[in-house]
């Protein structure tokens, strides 16, 4: 129990380091995009690196649930982030947006062979103390990361006179750092509990249907998430606010996603897959306020922090529940595949409507979150009677 106490925080210090580095590079990813020349759907069209990054995580699923075994699972993990610490600071030599999309795709698959496998090792380390609670807290840490990235990347710009390539350069250290903690998780707790049994598998088909009717739900809320790099993009070629105030609006957010986080991972705790709908909900909201003055696009920011919070700790429990420990793996890969599939198509789409009028793209949010919502009650409503059969 000790053991697997220690490795619950170092994942934690793991997930805080690493999002220093992605998320302070996210923070100026489509500003430095409008540096360079590139356009509004290019910035929308940066989301095939979700793609490429889910695609990967079901590739990464796959092997683990092909392998099944503890060693090929912390391989996957340790690898992921070591492609974080090359990928980010290589942005700073590209000053072509073919370029910058290479290198985006490359930290995205990066992404997608860690994050299976640790939610994995995350899901069973966690059991004593409540999924909901364990995850929250790991996403709390990773929230103090992403909290502080954007505002380095902010003080970089600032003291510097904008000199983003300094600001991916700098984003690697903590990178690094991440990496060596990573491995002495590794060190700590080689083998899973999962993997201990052997259990014939049983496949796709052994997801269960709730799992798919689940990942139906959260493929409409995904579509909606607006992404960020739309809203950088946005907050830019209005001139809202200079280049610096950019990076705060991710800072608000990622702050906002941190302190969430334990509470809706507790409430997860309490009442289950209910909890999720406060995602559509709050990004319906978040449409109305997507406005070119400064007070307006703060209250975005939280609003979007908050969903990100319920995305980023309950979502990613409910499939831990959806599935059995054995079948994890593969579930977290599927999951991963059409969650990426929904925010590829979803950023091409916002970066297509906004081009049309931001009425389009408030009406694309507000639609996909509904529809979501409404199935999402359905999968509530079929799951208790179920249980109480």
Known sequence: MKRAVQVFILLGFVSLFADITYEGAASVRGSYL?????????????RIGEIINYLTRFLSGLIGDYFRSSRILWILVV??????VVS??????????????MLVILERIGKGLRAPARDVILSEITESVGKGLGF???????????????LLASLILLNTGGNYGLVFIALGVPGLIAVGLVLTSMMLHPSLKSFSATRKRQGFRGLGKPFYIYVAGLMLMSLGFLSWDIFTFTVKSSNAVSDEIIPLFYTLAMLVDGLAAIP?????DKIGLASILAAPFTLVASAFFLQPSIESLFIFAGIWGFAMGVFETN??????????????????????????????????AQGFTYTLGKEYLKSLVIVSE?????????LIITSRRISSS
């Not at 409008?34 to 940066?46: E, K, Q, S």
């Not at 990613?316 to 590829?344: C, I, K, Q, W």
């Not at 509904?370 to 359905?378: E, K, Q, R």
């Open 315 to 348: 979502v990613r429990v409910a499939v831990s529940d959806l599935v059995t420990p054995s079948e994890r793996s593969l579930g977290y890969g599927v999951f991963g595949l059409f969650y990426g599939l929904s925010l590829m198509v979803g950023g091409i």
């Open 79 to 84: 690898t992921g982030y070591a492609i974080n």
């Open 136 to 150: 929250g807290i790991h996403e709390f840490l990773d929230q103090i990361g992403a909290f502080t990235g954007p």
């Open 34 to 46: 409008y540096l360079i020349g590139a356009t509004a759907l290019i910035a929308g069209f940066l």
């Open 88 to 101: 980010i600071p290589l942005l700073a030599f590209a000053k072509r947006w073919e370029l910058v999309l």
């Open 264 to 268: 809706v991972g507790v409430l997860y």
């Open 370 to 378: 509904t529809l979501s919502a409404i199935l999402m009650v359905y």
